[in-house]
């Protein structure tokens, strides 16, 4: 197994979104463009960069209202932009699900899924804004 990144094809990033009266066997999925920005009830921010294929963790600095809610966890490469291969769930509501480039030993994992506290929103960042 070769552990130079740049030999890493990019592949289309898709969003699984299952319908109230989706079939277990059925695939639904919706090729996602653009930018956007998800905080999750810990505070943290996730960057995607759909068309570059990358996502940044912004660690949340100030802890959550709800005392139910842990202050947000140190993870590896927080701030780091990662390579996004895989959105496995991004929906309000529930906890993100996406598979990363892997921070671990190549030759033992091919990637790394994170997980995130529940997802309060998620916004598309317009063109003008992604500067900013």
Partial sequence: MSTDDSEIEPVPI???LPPADWEV???ITVPLRGR????TESLSRYE????LGLVTRLRGTTDSDDPEVLPAAHLRR?????KLLRVIVLRCGVPMVVDVETLGD???VAFT???TTYIQSISFVRENEADN
């Fill in 36 to 39: 956007y920005v998800v905080t």
């Fill in 113 to 115: 899924r994170r997980t």
């Fill in 48 to 51: 995607i960069d759909c068309d």
């Fill in 78 to 82: 927080d701030g780091e932009a990662l």
């Fill in 106 to 108: 190549p030759s033992v």
């Fill in 25 to 27: 066997g059925r695939d």
């Fill in 14 to 16: 898709a969003l699984f």
